[in-house]
């Protein structure tokens, strides 16, 4: 399997995340060499001046956690994050309208935020706790035709989190190109491998430095 430590998002998106917080997630990317660290966009400066001299990638969550916001906000967050540094873009989807069936809204707010990320990674957060199966495999659909760069199963900030079920059920939904990311309640090296094994290629997680260090453990060396 890929060195796991090269596919987490090391993230902090707590509200009373201070400074000096973000500070040492960097840090902590480096030394374990994370792909990335997930990050409030307010704090994509500060991020991107801590990771410049490294290979870590600054991540900014846009529209987070609810995704209920207008969709002008929401691309201009996002472009104002690129213009800040970040590299990749993960952004909430409008829930209510998917349940209420209103795709071409759901469509049309995904697709602004692409626009604002033309050439940067986007992620699109589905809040799989809160949608059914059909609607997971609809929404697999329109980020496919959109052309995002990943699927991303949860914020971690509602009812629930990533299930090997709706990480299967994305990986089988979306077309050639379109890579899932599996986050919320992944906090040991066990879950992080079935994930993968389900067909993730990204973690978001806050307990990275637990999931290397059980995958040492595991290969005998820790």
Sequence with gaps: MKNLASMIDHTL????????QIERLCVEAIEYGFCSVCVNSSYVALASENLKASDVKVCAVVG???GAMQTEAKAYEAATAIREGAEEID???HVGHLKAGDLAYVEADIRAVREATAGKVLK???ETALISKEEIVTLCDICTRVGVDFVKTSTGFSTGG????????????????????????????ETAVAMVEAGATRLGVSAGIAIVT????AQGGY
């Design 64 to 66: 987070f956690p609810l």
């Design 162 to 189: 990533a299930t090997l079920e709706d990480v299967a059920l994305m990986k089988a939904s979306v077309g050639e190109g379109v890579e899932v990311k599996a986050s919320g309640g992944i906090r040991d090296y």
């Design 214 to 217: 059980g995958a040492l453990a």
């Design 91 to 93: 952004m909430v989807i």
């Design 13 to 20: 998106l707590a509200a009373d995340a201070t400074p000096s």
């Design 124 to 126: 699109v957060i589905f």
